[in-house]
């Protein structure tokens, strides 16, 4: 953001050089990225007057004009269509040195000579562009050397770094604001005089209708009548164009100079182009497309603030007006727009339109809502007073909700304690003071431009930098707490990481961005897909853990290292929620492959089945004394085997999967050799753990141990048989276990025979047989009830 040092003065005495302001300004905060003189050196240019212009006899573009310097006449060529007669212009003589080095000398064009150069500003530093010569406004003495002319009252630019959270000094007055707090001087606003022609009322030119309260919570309009489009003024041109605008017209060049001053952003519409008399700010419709005013037509996103008249959109609300109403030659009568658009709307319509102007980067990071009506209001008499508009009486200002300032908690002695220092109430007072804050008994009133003061440590912030921070003082030693208290579900997180590890697992960790192709493979309800990708390769949020530990698998297996045990945990994306943001639970997920041991000398290579990864999931549960589970066969899934996955069940929900993963997703990820893996819901699961479990002695009696062969159907899940023998084994019952499963000629068809081991203790007293045979007649008669079991001779 620019400002010059010359404009900044006009709204506060400044004693301090540029370069002293510039310093005292980056250590509150602001930092000036660089300082220059807006007047870049030149030399032998002097103040001249065109006495004849006539056509060069070889060439219809060039001019052969005579140059008066008050001391001699010179022939000159001349290129600028804008060069006449009488014109008081710069001149640079032969000899003369130009910015960039540039050095004039005598030249012979289509046959005729040139003894020298009329300038433009361009061709002096003073602007990036020009169309033509430079004809002075003012007369000044033939002669007069130009460059001192200009540099009576030496002016430079300030280029600031204004950090995104203060939106408030995108603007002179802001920064202005800033030098009054530093230097205790008083700040001088502009003064606005506003004569209304009390003839015509707003009323019978325009009326006013939000519709979208959500996006557009303020929206103000005049009407300035009998304008007359035409230049603006040298000093307001020369103050554009050092801040970087391009000088346009009277009208445009006022809401550029009012944003740049004030900090709001303004538009103005060319009235007989708004049809119906009446403004409607809306939300665009779908599929809805616009013409900005730099000639392209755009395909608005869904939610873009929209102003519109009574038959079309002639604007992107705080982003760009429209070609269809824009300020023409033409144009006598204004309608004047100063709004409040919502900072997150007009963030991202500008994103996905690729569009970025001074006012939407005033808008998307938070304009002040009660500064409508004050750069309205000057705006409309600079335009009466530079243009020969006329006012129509009254604002037709729709405010459906007043924004009030903020009040922050406000405690000196955290302030001093935060900083170190020993400021008196009073001290902090007034500091806070003459940054505009309003301080009263236990709350700072923060007004509507301080969009960035919300607690009691941006307070302490503020007196900080008033103080300077060099001048805080410093401790040879400082008491830091370093035990900050860990979220809950951060402990929750670092409970289960434990115990995977205490399984000799490795933890991994993957991007939760994925090709498209490889989310589909996973997909469990809609896919979360990113508005924009940073590659092709990561386009969607990761509907599981396995993605990526597939991948880990196959980076494993490539180097040769074909058995991998490793566990994962972490958020996965799935469903869209009311708010329009995807539902991002955590899992835990652990994969397995290659073989259940190293081979040596000893061992025989045996791969890894179904039961090993059961087994790790029957020891995770075990560990986390998960009670109430069960294992259920499960067919459903997309990528695990139908015939070998089960779904862990606890209190009629599924937590998760476990099985062996489809060979066909194994191949999308090059992976050949078979994969077993288990997924689990960490948010469904964390609901169901025990953390506050408390030791148990162990029993100092000896335990009594039962063994018993059930014949019963094939089909019938071994996880169902153990839970009845858990429900009806009372507290008696510390382990059980099966240890055999046999099917063969022995056994009828249709019939398996599944050996169980029971173990029975107690933990005051040595069990008598009796006590344990009449437990165990008992479970085998529930056996034989429930799952018409016979005992296996």
């Excluded at 000044?140 to 540099?151: A, C, I, R, W």
């Excluded at 923060?446 to 503020?462: C, G, S």
């Excluded at 040769?560 to 799935?574: A, K, Q």
Aim: proline letters at 5%; hydrophobic letters at 40%.
């Amino acid at each position: 953001m620019k400002i010059t040092y010359n404009w900044l003065k006009e709204y506060i005495d400044v004693d301090l050089t540029p370069q002293a302001l510039a310093d005292k300004l980056t250590n509150v905060g602001f930092e000036v990225e660089e300082l220059i003189p807006l007047l870049q050196p030149f030399s032998g240019v002097v103040v001249g007057k065109v006495e004849s212009v006539s056509k060069h006899p070889d060439a219809n573009k060039l001019s052969l004009c005579t140059v008066n310097d008050g001391a001699e006449t010179f022939q000159v060529i001349c290129g600028a269509a804008n060069v006449a007669e009488g014109q008081i212009v710069p001149f640079a003589k032969v000899g003369a040195r130009l910015p960039g080095d540039f050095k004039i000398k005598k030249a012979k064009i289509r046959g005729v000579e040139s003894f020298g150069m009329i300038c433009s500003k361009e061709e002096l530093g003073l602007e990036k562009k020009s169309e033509g010569i430079w004809p002075f406004e003012q007369a000044e003495p033939l002669g007069t050397d130009v460059f001192e002319m200009l540099n009576r009252n030496p002016d430079y630019i300030y280029d600031f770094f204004i950090t995104p959270n203060r939106p408030d000094c995108l603007n002179l007055i802001g920064i202005a604001r800033e030098v009054s707090a530093i230097t205790g001087k008083p700040l001088k606003m502009p003064e606005v005089t506003i004569q209304e022609d009390t003839s015509a009322e707003i009323a019978d030119f325009i009326k006013v209708h939000i519709h979208d309260t959500e996006g557009c919570q303020r929206y103000a309009a005049r009407v300035i009548r009998n304008v007359t489009i035409a230049p603006s003024p040298e000093w307001m041109q020369q103050r554009l164009e050092a801040v970087g605008i391009r000088p346009i017209n009277n009208i445009v060049d006022i809401t550029n100079y009012v944003l740049m001053e004030t900090g709001q952003p303004l538009h103005a519409f060319d009235l007989k182009e708004i049809r119906g008399k009446e403004i409607h700010v809306r939300a665009s419709r779908p599929g809805e497309k616009f013409t900005t005013l730099d000639d392209k037509e755009r395909s608005l996103p869904e939610n873009t603030v929209m102003i519109c008249d009574a038959e079309r959109a002639v604007a992107i609300g705080g982003i760009m007006g429209g070609q269809n109403s824009e300020v023409s030659p033409a144009t006598t009568d204004i309608l004047l727009e100063s709004a409040y658009f919502k900072p997150t709307r007009i963030a991202f319509a500008g994103k996905k339109l690729g569009l970025s102007s001074e006012a939407s980067q005033r808008f998307e990071r938070g304009a002040d809502p009660n500064n409508v009506l004050n750069a309205l209001n000057r705006a409309a008499s600079l335009m009466a007073e530079l243009a020969g508009g006329h006012l129509v009486h009254g604002i037709d200002d729709v405010y459906p909700k007043e924004i009030k300032p903020a009040r922050v908690p406000f405690d000196p002695e955290k302030i001093n304690r935060l900083l170190g220092t020993s400021f008196s109430r009073q001290e902090i007072k007034e500091k806070l003071t003459r940054l505009q804050l309003n301080v009263a008994n236990d709350y700072v009133e923060a007004p509507t431009f301080r969009v960035d003061l919300k607690i009691n440590v941006d307070l302490a912030e503020e007196v900080a930098r008033l103080v300077n921070l060099t001048n805080l003082p410093t401790n040879e030693t400082t008491e830091i707490n370093y035990e900050i208290p860990q979220p809950e579900i951060e402990q929750r997180i670092n409970f289960v990481r434990q115990k995977m590890l205490e399984m000799n697992l490795q933890e991994a960790f993957s991007a939760s961005m994925l090709k498209q192709s490889e989310a589909a493979l996973f997909q469990n309800g809609e896919l979360i897909s990113i508005l924009n990708p940073i590659s092709d390769d990561l386009t969607t949020m990761r509907p599981s853990l396995l993605p990526g530990l597939l991948r880990a698998v196959n980076h494993n297996i490539n180097r040769n290292m074909t058995d991998v045990r490793l566990f994962e945990i972490g958020r996965i994306f799935t469903n869209y929620r009311e708010n329009n943001l995807p539902d991002q639970p955590y899992s835990l997920a652990m994969i397995q492959t290659g073989n259940r041991q190293p081979e040596d000398w000893g061992n025989v290579s045996v791969p890894v089945d179904f039961y090993d990864i059961k087994g790790y999931l029957e020891n995770f549960v075990s560990k986390i004394a998960l009670d109430n589970f069960a294992f259920i066969l499960y067919d459903k899934s997309s990528y695990f085997m139908s015939t070998e996955t089960v779904a862990l069940l606890v209190k009629d929900t599924v937590i998760g999967f476990c099985g062996r993963v489809e060979p066909e997703v194994c191949a999308a990820f090059g992976i050949e050799q078979a994969v077993y893996a288990f997924e689990l819901n960490l948010d469904a699961l964390s609901g169901l753990i025990n953390y506050q479990r408390h030791y148990q002695p162990i029993s100092r009696f000896p335990y009594s141990e039962r063994d018993m062969a059930l014949v019963l159907d094939d089909e019938i899940p071994a996880a169902d048989i153990l839970n009845e023998i858990r429900k009806h084994g009372g507290k008696l019952l510390k382990h059980l276990a099966v240890f055999d499963v046999f099917k063969g000629d022995s056994i009828p068809e249709g019939k398996k025979s599944i050996a169980i081991r029971l173990r029975f203790q107690s933990l005051d007293r040595t069990l008598s047989d009796k006590e344990v045979d009449k437990v165990f007649r008992n479970i085998i008669k529930r056996m034989e009830n429930t799952f018409n079991a016979s005992l296996r001779n």
